[in-house]
């Protein structure tokens, strides 16, 4: 491609707003453009790349056996309300209707999709176990979509389902799953990490996510120094501590309170009027040793503000860690944000699973709910800032300690056995003839991520450095002055002669300074670029390797029987 003619408009500068790394070097490398928060433009550029990307995940899938095929993304609510998701799943879902008010959604992920398709064409064994993927733009309403395109509202992913007749084939098919995505993210050149992740409210047993290691990821990984454990901090294994204490059978139904105003926080001193109060560590309360969770919606600051109300007009005092220890159990994290509706995020550390009745509800009146369980009412799937586990402390599988480390949710594997086939009554025949449910899996990649992820990784201060396989082209001839019949006759054919041999060629014909067109060659940043500046006349180039900065002189033909 000629660059005089293509659509690069790099910025010498970005706005604050732009935050991560990669975000910020997509948009100056003229990649990405926003239309709306969290949804893009992909330009030519990183559309080759995305390409790539999308390419190499569909030579793993198809390596492994999966089929690929495409499902609509607009779905009808019916699909959605056999799951119960259509009311569960949250402030996410995109939800939408027609002109005749059928309601429908844009799919964030599609197992009722697949549920569905799947339960009307494979009713037999026979046709089992079947893994089908698919590459498409998924929609999510994230709370904060400030990272470009690492947390898209619309952004694409792969996303595969596999039904089997039996668990031993799932095993066999999520152990393929797993393996294909340790070669898709070795062959993208990221440093990853698979870790063992939290099943939440998938309603699944088994599952693993691929994590980019990154400084800038929102995931906080634990893993031995000795062996090979590695677990998503939520899941990190804590010994004794993290048995379960509560008899999920005793608490009762979860019931809507009366709240006279719209803060929980209101909602808890209500609830806890009845009791003997003691407020410990942030917004734990700890009533007649009975741990009280509160969700709360909204910042942080604010929220605090009120608990030191509470807390004076109670009395009460701030419990030491010791003390939180000693009633719960484990070290409680804080709790939010949350919203009526919500997927909830718990941003505590594990104790969170022995504590009953939390409260939640939304920042609104009359909209607070008691006897709150975990996993049975809500989703329990992310902990934050407070930390049972900490670095250093022993691996419960080697003498080895453990360390920490930041990522970035690339892939999540999951074995969902019958959550989805049962509520949607996908059977098939088993060899005796009797009706079973589909057991199930499912695999998802998150293929725009991944390309934000790899220049999260791979970048310096000059701009990104693209990995070959994802690289947008694998080189950048530049003639340094286009007013130079000699460098342009020498350029040009190259740029022939390069092309066809196959290799994709950016060619910088621009009337441009020779600096601009560095500067821009940097931000860009693909793997080779071969220079032809004044020593054209005696066929002489210069090349230089963007990832080293390694960088020499060759005679144009020595070049093109090098690149052979
Ligand atoms: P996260 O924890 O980051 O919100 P998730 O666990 O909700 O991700 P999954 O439902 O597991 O995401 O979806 C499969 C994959 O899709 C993720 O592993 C991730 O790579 C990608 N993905 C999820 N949400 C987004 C998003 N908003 N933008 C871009 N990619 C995403
Ligand atoms: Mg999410
Ligand atoms: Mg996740
Ligand atoms: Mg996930």
């Not at 199930?440 to 070959?468: F, K, N, T």
Request: with cysteine; glycine share 8%; aromatic share 8%.
């Amino acid at each position: 491609m000629r660059q005089q003619k293509m659509l690069i408009p790099t910025l010498r500068n970005v706005g604050e707003e732009a935050q991560m790394a990669s975000h910020r070097w997509m948009l100056r490398a003229g990649m990405i453009r926003q239309m709306a928060a969290g949804v893009y433009s992909y330009l030519p550029l990183a559309y080759r790349s995305l390409r790539k990307v999308e390419q190499i995940v569909r030579e793993e899938m198809d390596r492994i056996g999966a089929q690929e095929l495409l499902l609509p993304a607009l779905t009808t609510a019916e699909l959605w309300q056999e799951t119960g998701r259509w009311d569960t799943y949250g402030a996410e879902l995109v939800k939408l209707h027609d002109r005749h008010e059928r309601e429908f959604l844009l799919g964030p992920t599609h197992e009722e999709v697949i549920t569905h398709l799947v339960r009307n064409e494979v009713n037999s064994y026979k046709k089992l176990p079947i893994a089908l993927y698919q590459i498409q733009t998924k929609f999510r309403d994230e709370r904060r979509p400030r990272s470009g395109l690492l947390r898209g509202r619309e952004f694409l992913m792969k996303d595969a389902y596999s039904f089997h007749g039996d668990h031993e084939t799932l095993d066999a098919t999520y152990q393929d799953m797993y393996n294909a995505y340790q070669r898709i993210f070795t062959r993208l050149g990221l440093d990853f990490r698979a870790v063992e992740a939290d099943s939440g409210a998938m309603g699944g047993s088994e599952n693993h996510e691929f994590m980019v290691l990154s400084e800038s990821g929102e995931d906080t990984l634990v893993m031995c120094n000795a062996c090979d454990y590695a677990a998503n901090l939520e899941t990190a294994y804590v010994g004794e501590k993290q048995e379960q204490t509560i008899d999920r059978k005793e608490v009762p139904p979860m019931e809507k309170v009366a709240t006279p105003g719209a803060s929980s926080i209101q909602a808890v001193s209500q609830f806890l009027d009845k009791q003997p109060t003691e407020l410990v560590k942030s917004l734990l309360f700890i009533a007649d040793e009975q741990p009280v969770l509160v969700l709360l919606r909204g910042d942080h600051e604010a929220n605090e503000v009120k608990v030191k109300q509470v807390m004076e007009a109670r009395h009460c005092e701030l419990a030491d860690d010791e003390t939180v220890q000693r009633v719960t159990g484990a070290p409680i994290g804080f709790v939010g944000p949350v919203g009526l509706g919500d997927e909830v995020t718990i941003l505590a550390d594990h104790g969170v699973k022995r504590l009953q009745d939390p409260v939640l509800g939304a920042n609104e009146k009359d909209a607070h709910f008691i006897h709150a369980l975990p996993e049975r009412d809500f989703r329990v799937d992310r902990y934050g800032d407070l930390r049972t586990v900490v670095e250093g402390d022993a691996c419960p599988r080697c003498d080895g300690t453990f360390r920490f480390a930041r990522g970035i949710e690339v892939g999540h594997v999951f074995k969902l056995g019958t959550r989805y086939s049962d509520d949607m009554g996908a059977t098939f025949l088993n060899p005796q003839g009797k009706e079973e449910s589909l057991i199930m899996g499912c695999y998802g990649i998150g293929i725009s991520r991944v390309l934000a992820a790899i220049v999260e990784q791979q970048h310096d201060e000059h701009g990104i450095i693209w990995p070959s396989a994802v690289a947008p082209f694998q080189v950048h001839l530049i003639a340094v002055n286009v007013k130079d019949e000699a460098q342009v006759k020498l350029a040009d054919s190259l740029y022939e002669k390069l092309t066809g041999m196959g290799i994709q060629v950016l060619y910088d014909d621009r009337p441009d300074r020779a600096g601009a067109k560095f500067k821009d060659a940097d931000l860009i940043g693909i793997p080779l670029r071969v220079i032809v500046g004044k020593k054209a006349a005696e066929g002489t180039i210069e090349y230089k390797l963007r990832r080293t900065g390694e960088s020499g002189e060759l005679n144009s033909d020595e070049l093109t029987s090098q690149l052979t």
